[in-house]
């Protein structure tokens, strides 16, 4: 009893002191039950919630999971660079793909958990598509919040999309069908 009592307070401690870890464990917990109350609100509740936003391809739960590490994103970052002003871009990039990758590995591994009849390869590739395209989304925020410089992010987005259809192009298997 005593020894989780000195865990908890640990983690406590760990959340509530000013540390570029304890921010970043504050964000895997929030990322983690904001994630757990999606998938409650979109697959477990009565709610009717459409699939697809109405009269577009995008899927409703992908838009709001989209959105939940955007923010979540958005906000490390921030409090990162306003406890650590000295922090770089991949210093940032670091944090942020950490966040996401930890959270993802836990939340997919709850849902594991619930599914046995999903494969590890099922969630290796879950976890590895949205830690990828996390750590893109999450170099972009911090180099817009670090730097402020527009035109390079621009480029820096502009590129990435030609290299994605030059690949795209090469090896027609990586992109999905449409």
């Not at 793909?97 to 494969?119: A, K």
């Amino acid at each position: 009893m005593k020894a989780a009592f000195f865990v908890s307070s640990g983690i406590f401690t760990l959340v509530t002191m000013k540390s570029a870890q304890g921010i970043s464990l504050k964000y895997i917990v929030i990322l983690f039950f904001a994630l757990l109350g999606n998938f409650y609100i979109f697959f477990l509740s009565s709610f009717d919630i459409p699939e697809k936003i109405p009269f577009t391809p995008v899927k409703t739960n992908g838009l709001i999971v989209f959105s939940i590490f955007m923010v979540a994103i958005i906000f490390l970052i921030k409090e990162l660079i306003k406890l650590r002003p000295d922090f770089t871009v991949s210093h940032l990039t670091l944090y942020g793909v950490t966040v996401c990758l930890i959270t993802e590995v836990f939340f997919q591994g709850f849902l594991w958990r619930i599914f046995p009849e999903n494969t590890f390869h099922t969630f290796i590739v879950a976890v590895a598509k949205t830690s990828i395209t996390f750590s893109i989304l999450t170099f972009f925020t911090a180099f817009q919040l670090k730097t402020h410089n527009t035109p390079k992010l621009v480029m820096f987005i502009v590129i990435l999309i030609a290299v994605t259809n030059i690949l795209g192009y090469i090896f027609p298997t990586l992109l999905p069908n449409k």
